[in-house]
């Protein structure tokens, strides 16, 4: 399976998934970016990867923290145009409006942000330079490490359940977490498993 059979079977996933946005005004617009890229192993689950950050520990917010790169929309920005941006100041990687497969489902935050998650293609990438100030280094997480069940855990402080990804011997929190919750049942099992009723941990509120 090449590389142009991987994006057609993402666009196939992507295009099938009925994608549920998010109205409110009172929430300010963000994007985060799942760009995919190509490891050269065989299949779907091996065969690509997307980008992960972690953020760099002087970062007045959310310092260390696992994140997809992303930010708020600037006035006069399509969401996708704020996905390739901000992809170019974190990681140092420019893609074109060509490189947009499809969009997942938006992700209110308890910060005061609507986040659409922008599935990017990049395919065969080499080398990033990530910049210092904003993170600390860039991960290519396969999509077969993501295939594992989530943890949901209770707290007192919400109904919903707070949901944890494991990887790298820990767990991924929220939104993080849901985003790519949503994107391993999309791609890999072609079901439209919805997230935005998944809990943040009380740390991410702020």
Do not use: C
Not at 181 to 195: I, S
């Amino acid at each position: 399976m090449d590389a142009g059979d991987l994006r057609g079977i993402v666009e196939a996933r992507l295009a099938a998934f009925e994608r549920r946005g998010v109205d409110r005004p009172d929430l300010k617009r963000s994007a985060v970016t799942l760009t995919l890229v190509t490891t050269g192993a065989p299949g779907l689950a091996d065969g690509l990867a997307f980008l992960l950050t972690r953020r760099a520990a002087t970062l007045r917010r959310h310092a260390g923290q696992w994140a997809l790169p992303g930010g708020r929309t600037d006035a006069g920005e399509t969401i996708t145009e704020t996905g390739r941006r901000e992809l170019a100041e974190e990681v140092g990687l420019e893609l074109g409006e060509d490189a947009v497969l499809g969009l997942l489902d938006d992700y209110p935050t308890r910060s005061g942000y609507v986040i659409t998650p922008v599935v990017l293609w990049a395919g065969e990438v080499g080398e990033l330079t990530p910049n210092p100030e904003e993170v600390a280094h860039v991960y290519r997480i396969r999509l077969a490490d993501i295939d594992v069940e989530p943890r949901f855990i209770s707290i007192p402080e919400s109904d919903a359940p707070v949901i944890q990804v494991p990887l790298f011997d820990r767990f991924v929190h929220a939104p993080t977490a849901a985003v790519m919750y949503q994107l391993r049942e999309v791609l890999l099992h072609g079901r439209g498993t919805r997230v935005d009723h998944l809990e943040q941990p009380v740390f991410a509120w702020r």
